[in-house]
């Protein structure tokens, strides 16, 4: 963590978290049950979403407390997704915060083989970079960890195909942001295809934004790694 870092109430964080929940069920981003959110209480704990609980109707003291191993600390059984959130803020130490829905337009995408890493729209550059789509594996399985392992590590908003969607930021508010700009972007790739073709943006304007994009403060990790 950054020097001087603070970590929050677990108090406060408790109602973000539930915060957020109730914002993806009531914009449709997750159906009743679907769905999970992580922050970090501090390095080594977490806390979690319960499994098997409305996300509407969702309480903060439903929460669960996990330690960095995944080992229940305070309340039920945690969501059936902890592993993938281990091991994100295992690879991960900037990230604090994970949300992970099932976006219908975006998960349609991944089954229509519709590529959402294609930049169509400028301002996805500076929303979320770009959107890769990790190859299926079976959900709440390890087999999710190992298929998230090397886009987790570039990327901060990306697809699981035929499942849901991953956004990771410093604050859960971030996270649940990069969701929704996620699914908006879908929704409108999938409006247009369906009146016609779709041309990405030249190569040459996708350079220059993320030149603007650069010069605006705003890092990618692709970007910098790559
Ligand atoms: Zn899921």
Redesign the pocket.
Known sequence: MPPGFQYESEYVLRSRVVGVCKRMYAHGLIAST???VSVRLTERRLLVTPSGVHKGLLEPSDLVVVDGMGRPQRGGRAS??LQMHLHIYEIRPDVRAIV???PPFAVACTLAKLALDVTYLPEVVFALGTIPTVPYST??TKDVSNAVDRVAQQHDAFM?ER??SVTLASDVETAYNRLEALEHTAKIVHAARQVGLIEPLPACEVKRLYQVAAAAGIRWRFLENS
Request: overall charge negative; hydrophobic content about 15%.
């Open positions: 679907d769905g999970n059936s997704e992970h829905a099932h959900p709440t699981l499942h849901g």
